[in-house]
């Protein structure tokens, strides 16, 4: 799986917009974007993920360059309760797959 | 309902005795993952299931034994503890893609 490089850590503003950035510049072709987030004391709890396209859903957005060799994740109005670790992880799917946790980026969301 | 579930949420116990972390996801999820988040917080998977089979054993000492008696469950077994193996242990199932994860069991071994 292809290595993944974050800012350790980031603050955000609460009700701005967080952008979290994520280098994966030796992403394979079929190696999926995923985003994870740990909120203290809590299991990691699965965001998104993207191949090629942009992907929203209720909780972000997910920005992929068309080299892919770069992604952004947006949580568009943060809130305290998004204060976490957030891990980008580039990974194939399937049942052999596995995912490979980095250090990830602490977000500290800021009243 | 919680999809995927642990038992026990805290575990203490000394050194050498041998205990068990149940698991059991209800998401119809065909794999089911260990991980273990040691006190610098790093997540490393140690074992994965699929449909009762193993499919990765991320070279964990063979004290650690994960058994799954149906697609379900994923329980681990470890014998003889030590004070390295204090740390908080995840579950996880998926299905193709998106994990999700149980809230933990933090072992402490005194």
């Known amino acids: 799986d292809a290595k993944t490089t974050q800012p350790p850590s980031m603050d955000c503003a609460e009700g701005r917009a967080a952008n979290l950035p994520c280098n994966h510049s030796?992403?394979?072709?079929?190696?999926?974007v995923y985003w994870y987030r740990q909120i203290h004391s809590q299991g990691p709890q699965y965001i998104i993920h993207?191949?090629?396209n942009n992907e929203t859903n209720e909780m972000a957005s997910l920005i992929i360059t068309e080299d892919r060799k770069s992604s952004t994740l947006i949580l568009p109005h943060a809130t305290l309760r998004d204060t976490a670790v957030y891990y980008c992880?580039?990974?194939?799917?399937?049942?052999?797959?596995?995912?490979?946790f980095g250090t990830g980026t602490l977000l500290a969301v800021q009243p | 309902d919680t999809a995927v579930s642990q038992t026990p949420k805290y575990l203490v116990t000394q050194m050498g005795n041998d205990k068990s972390i149940k698991c059991e996801q209800n998401?119809?999820?065909?794999?089911m993952y260990w991980y273990k988040q040691d006190s610098k917080k790093f997540l490393k998977i140690m074992f994965s299931?699929?449909?009762?089979?193993?499919?990765i054993n991320e070279t964990v000492p063979n004290r650690f034994s994960p058994k799954s008696p149906d697609k379900a469950h994923l329980n681990l077994h470890i014998n003889s503890l030590e004070l390295g193996d204090s740390a908080v242990y995840f579950c996880?199932?998926?299905?193709?893609?998106?994990?999700?994860f149980g809230s933990g069991t933090r072992l402490t071994v005194v």
């Open positions: 996880a199932s998926s299905r193709e893609s998106g994990y999700t």
């Open positions: 998401l119809g999820h065909d794999t």
């Open positions: 992880i580039a990974s194939k799917t399937g049942a052999t797959n596995k995912l490979i």
């Open positions: 030796t992403i394979s072709g079929n190696e999926y």
């Open positions: 993207g191949l090629k």
């Open positions: 299931y699929n449909n009762k089979e193993l499919i």
